[in-house]
Structures are given as structure tokens and as C-alpha cells.
């Protein structure tokens, strides 16, 4: 039996709820992918372009920094990784956590939040930041997720 964790970025609540069911579900472990500086609500203001979130978003680069780290990311086979979607993709604290830990042999199974778009190119986007070494599988959108909708993630790694 392969060893999961649920990793997963949460600015407002919604993707930690799904990715507290889905690790209870799965029998994964739960890891918080936090910022080292917390965000505000000014900070998540999509409307305001000079908003953190925003700049962050405009900039290819921005890597936010984690405030924790994971000891023990050899122990999993299936790494799950939870975000709401920005701007049409996953925000670049996702990028910064890829980043932070090798993923080969792993599978990478995304699953999202959004209030207003579905997964789009998120899943391409975020490949090549740990190319050639992890296996990555489809992944969901998940807003509001019925217990068959999570089971049918699970089923990704069957």
C-alpha cells in the first residue's frame, strides 16, 4: 500500500475543508503549504493590481516563501496538491513548493478550487517545474465535493 499525502494552499478556507476530506478519505497525511508572511484580505484583493496576490500573479518569477517544511517527503508514493485557482492557475506558492522537493517516482495528483474557472492549462503550467520526475495524473476541479467526486480522484491512482 502506497503512503499519501494531501498537500494543499488555502488563502480562504474553502480548498483546506475539501483537502481535509479528501486525506481523511484517503488515509493521507495532511500538510498546510503556508506562506511564510500570512496574506490579508488587502493582500487578496484580486480587484486592485497593485494587491500582493496580484503582483505575485504578474510576475512569472514570484516564488513566496513557505513558512514550513516538510521533513519526510521520501516517505510518500502520492503526493496530492490542493489550491484554489488564480488568475487561471495555481498561485505561485504552488510553484515554490514543486520547487522545494523531488518529486521523482511520485505521483502528482492536483485538485482544485475555484469560483469561476475550471482547471485550464494549471496542470501544463506547473509540469515543468519538476520535469522528468514525477508522474502526474489528471486531477479535478472540486468545489463542494461529494464524497463519489473525491473517491473518483482517489481512483486516479488505482
Given at each position: 500500500m502506497s503512503k499519501k499525502l494531501v498537500a494543499y494552499f488555502s488563502a480562504s478556507g474553502v480548498t483546506r475543508r475539501v483537502a481535509e476530506q479528501l486525506a481523511e478519505l484517503a488515509g493521507a497525511d495532511l500538510f498546510e503549504i503556508?506562506?511564510?508572511?500570512?496574506?490579508?484580505?488587502a493582500d487578496l484583493d484580486?480587484?486592485?493590481?497593485?494587491?500582493?496576490s496580484s503582483v505575485e500573479m504578474?510576475?512569472?518569477?514570484?516564488r513566496p516563501e513557505i513558512a514550513d517544511t516538510l521533513e519526510n517527503m521520501e516517505?510518500?508514493?502520492a503526493v496530492f496538491?490542493?489550491?484554489?485557482?488564480?488568475w487561471y492557475v495555481a498561485p505561485t506558492i504552488i510553484n515554490t513548493f514543486l520547487e522545494s522537493y523531488d518529486f521523482s517516482g511520485k505521483r502528482l495528483i492536483?485538485?482544485?478550487?475555484?469560483?469561476g474557472s475550471g482547471l485550464g492549462r494549471t496542470v501544463d503550467v506547473?509540469?515543468?517545474?519538476?520535469?522528468?520526475?514525477?508522474?502526474?495524473?489528471?486531477g479535478k476541479l472540486l468545489n463542494r465535493p461529494?464524497?463519489?467526486?473525491l473517491r473518483s480522484l482517489l481512483s486516479e491512482l488505482e
Amino acid at each position: 500500500m502506497s503512503k499519501k499525502l494531501v498537500a494543499y494552499f488555502s488563502a480562504s478556507g474553502v480548498t483546506r475543508r475539501v483537502a481535509e476530506q479528501l486525506a481523511e478519505l484517503a488515509g493521507a497525511d495532511l500538510f498546510e503549504i503556508r506562506p511564510a508572511v500570512p496574506y490579508t484580505a488587502a493582500d487578496l484583493d484580486w480587484t486592485n493590481k497593485k494587491s500582493r496576490s496580484s503582483v505575485e500573479m504578474g510576475d512569472p518569477s514570484s516564488r513566496p516563501e513557505i513558512a514550513d517544511t516538510l521533513e519526510n517527503m521520501e516517505d510518500y508514493d502520492a503526493v496530492f496538491i490542493g489550491f484554489p485557482i488564480w488568475w487561471y492557475v495555481a498561485p505561485t506558492i504552488i510553484n515554490t513548493f514543486l520547487e522545494s522537493y523531488d518529486f521523482s517516482g511520485k505521483r502528482l495528483i492536483p485538485f482544485a478550487t475555484s469560483g469561476g474557472s475550471g482547471l485550464g492549462r494549471t496542470v501544463d503550467v506547473l509540469k515543468p517545474l519538476c520535469a522528468n520526475s514525477a508522474k502526474w495524473l489528471p486531477g479535478k476541479l472540486l468545489n463542494r465535493p461529494s464524497e463519489a467526486e473525491l473517491r473518483s480522484l482517489l481512483s486516479e491512482l488505482e
